[in-house]
């Protein structure tokens, strides 16, 4: 493909994911799916690009897709929200978790013959749920407030989990060694030291930022640190997702942190300067986000390789069972004071994306036997994981599907409490 037809396509794109975004909101029809369609069409399918074409940059673009929309959705997401859908989030990301490593691990170790340490190594990859999937889908869906800051935290979270425990579940396959203790100690860093950074960078920035706001074209200075907070915590050997997760949420709340400091702390209301991102500035920061989750979900149309049936079955059948785990997780994880609306659509988030593309290659490159096998399945379970949360969105507005749902629901409130 020349420069011109390049350029061409990603205006097309631009266009489209506006289109396609106004198209989910009134038909509930994912933006996401027709994305990775579309995807499917320029690449697999006619081979007009592949993702050799983007050489190692691939890599990077997934990464700042991931950042864009973590900082995105985490300056919209309320701390009062958050305070109250802590519990939830932790029940949800602990059971959800462990519950998708088992059912995976067991059905692979059945299959396969994998040894079980393995088995569960391959279900701990993709025990998470992908926030550069899930952020996206729930800003055109229905569910409360509090649901969906439940599981843009679980999304978040899970993925930490997942790297987290393969990275140690593969050193205890390889050396034949396990340290519980290691491994609690390095989920414990992962996320709390993280998160701390994230919130000492805030709290510098939010003094800062009024001063930086004078200087002329500096509205993506914001995005800039972003970046480098990232960086910087990875290169620690830390989460850069936490971080971002923990800055941004920070950024979007400070004027009512600074309020509450002010009422009841005299003196540490000077600590806090209460300024964050204008109106301006988050749309500016929502449009980016929009048109770089369209090349996302393009790109992993353009990435598929199912090449081998009996993989192709395994993912259908493991995807399944994610289905029904899921449903069960959420059904006996949630407050009863939950609708079954915003527990539905918990029910349907599933998909699977950077952090599990990721960890998939780990056990090729340790030179494990079976890396290749264990790469394509994992790949298998991207794709349908994320093509299946798509379709259970439409399905759950659309069809008769959300009858069911409610079935198994039934304990839950068929309508949001007065407080909410």
Do not use: C
Not at 81 to 109: H, Q
Not at 239 to 252: Q, Y
Not at 336 to 350: G, R, S, V
């Amino acid at each position: 493909m020349d420069a011109a037809n390049l350029i061409l396509s990603f205006g097309v794109l631009i266009f489209a994911s506006h289109f396609l975004s106004w198209l989910f909101s009134h038909t509930k029809i994912p933006d996401a799916l027709l994305l990775i369609i579309f995807g499917l069409i320029i690449g697999p399918a006619f081979g007009i690009l592949a993702p050799e074409y983007f050489g190692e940059t691939s890599q990077l673009i997934v990464t700042i897709v991931l950042i864009t929309v973590l900082f995105q959705g985490g300056l919209n997401l309320d701390i009062r929200t958050l305070r109250n859908a802590w519990r939830s989030t932790i029940l949800i990301s602990i059971i959800g978790f462990l519950s998708v490593m088992i059912i995976t691990g067991l059905t692979l170790w059945v299959i396969y013959g994998f040894n079980i340490l393995l088995a569960l190594t391959i279900g701990s990859m993709v025990g998470g749920t992908s926030s550069a999937i899930a952020v996206p889908l729930l800003r055109h869906l229905s569910a409360s407030e509090e649901s969906e800051t439940v599981l843009t935290l679980e999304s978040v979270f899970t993925d930490v989990l997942a790297i987290v425990t393969t990275i140690a579940l593969l050193r205890a396959y390889v050396s034949n060694s396990f340290s519980a203790t290691v491994l609690t100690l390095n989920i414990f860093g992962s996320f709390f030291i993280a998160a701390l950074i994230g919130l000492f960078i805030g709290m510098f920035w939010a003094r800062v930022l009024s001063i930086v706001k004078q200087i002329r074209n500096s509205v993506f200075t914001t995005p800039a640190l972003v970046f480098l907070l990232y960086g910087a915590t990875q290169w620690l050997g830390l989460s850069g997702p936490i971080a971002v997760l923990a800055f941004s949420v920070f950024m979007g709340n400070v004027p009512r942190l600074h309020a509450y400091l002010e009422q009841r702390h005299t003196f540490l209301r000077y600590v806090l300067w209460p300024t964050s991102p204008g109106r301006e500035e988050r749309l500016l920061f929502d449009e980016i986000t929009l048109i770089m989750q369209t090349f996302f979900f393009v790109f992993v149309g353009i990435s598929i390789r199912l090449e081998s049936l009996s993989t192709l079955l395994t993912g259908i059948l493991l995807t399944v069972l994610m289905v029904i785990t899921r449903a069960l997780v959420i059904k006996y994880s949630v407050p009863k004071e939950t609708t079954k609306t915003d527990a539905t659509i918990m029910a349907t988030m599933i998909p699977k994306g950077l952090a599990a593309a990721a960890l998939a290659t780990l056990p090729l490159q340790l030179g494990i036997g079976e890396g290749a096998l264990i790469q394509e399945i994992v790949y298998s379970i991207i794709v349908l994981s994320i093509i299946t949360t798509s379709l259970l969105i439409f399905a759950t507005h659309k069809t008769k599907l959300s009858n069911y749902y409610s079935k198994i629901f039934s304990r839950l409130s068929a309508t949001p409490p007065n407080n909410i």
